[in-house]
T-cell receptor, first 114, second 114 residues
Framework: DAGVTQSPTHLIKTRGQQVTLRCSPKSGHDTVSWYQQALGQGPQFIFQ???????QRGNFPDRFSGHQFPNYSSELNVNALLLGDSALYLCASSFEPRANYGYTFGSGTRLTVV | AQKVTQAQTEISVVEKEDVTLDCVYE???????LFWYKQPPSGELVFLIRRNSFDEQNEISGRYSWNFQKSTSSFNFTITASQVVDSAVYFC???????????FGTGTRLLVSP
């Protein structure tokens, strides 16, 4: 049973470019959340998708957007990249009726903006 | 507002020593959930434990134990007879009912040397 799968593993982008990160949730999970983890910091909540809609959002600018597909997979898009967007981006999935029972995280995508 | 504080930035121990990682949280909610995650160098967050606010029983799982005290808003994690494989960054996190996002502390890096 595959866990949460994220792609790509690593990515280098130039300031001002746009990037799309992808996440496939654990089998049986229907909710996907995205987190940004800067070096030496704890993960920060970006947003959560359920039933193909953004349900909650953290304190991130509109440059960060996302999408959830009918198969529950999700994308995170970041426009107009800044050097400060360099971080590990983690995807977490959960099953809505038991959401607070636990979240399964992927290994993340390490984004470097130069 | 929710907040999680892990005051210990880094702890170094020698193998077989016991070590306690501290976690203090703030929340206005009466129903909430506390978590501990382990993050090895690979980056993936590995779920260790979930505790809800109504269950103050301490829990032991092998060499791991957790001490939840609502009176002091603390949820501390103890590793008994530490091993080199325990070396990782450990995060404490909080979520409130109806708000499924996780609020993480800044993490404690544990280094276990042989």
């Amino acid at each position: 049973d595959a866990g949460v799968t994220q792609s790509p593993t690593h990515l280098i982008k130039t300031r001002g470019q746009q990037v799309t990160l992808r996440c496939s949730p654990k089998s049986g999970h229907d909710t996907v959340s995205w987190y940004q983890q800067a070096l030496g910091q704890g993960p920060q909540f970006i947003f959560q998708y359920y039933e193909e809609e953004e349900r909650q959002r953290g304190n991130f600018p509109d440059r960060f957007s996302g999408h959830q597909f009918p198969n529950y997979s999700s994308e995170l898009n970041v426009n107009a990249l800044l050097l400060g967007d360099s971080a590990l981006y983690l995807c977490a999935s959960s099953f809505e009726p038991r959401a607070n029972y636990g979240y399964t995280f992927g290994s993340g995508t390490r984004l470097t903006v130069v | 507002a929710q907040k999680v504080t892990q005051a210990q930035t880094e702890i170094s121990v020698v193998e077989k020593e016991d070590v306690t990682l501290d976690c203090v949280y703030e929340t206005r909610d009466t129903t909430y959930y506390l978590f501990w995650y382990k993050q090895p160098p690979s980056g993936e967050l590995v779920f260790l434990i979930r505790r809800n606010s109504f269950d103050e029983q301490n829990e032991i799982s092998g060499r791991y134990s957790w001490n939840f005290q609502k009176s002091t808003s603390s949820f501390n994690f103890t590793i008994t007879a530490s091993q080199v494989v325990d070396s990782a960054v450990y995060f404490c996190a909080l979520s409130e009912t109806g708000f499924q996002k996780l609020v993480f502390g800044t993490g404690t890096r544990l280094l276990v040397s042989p």
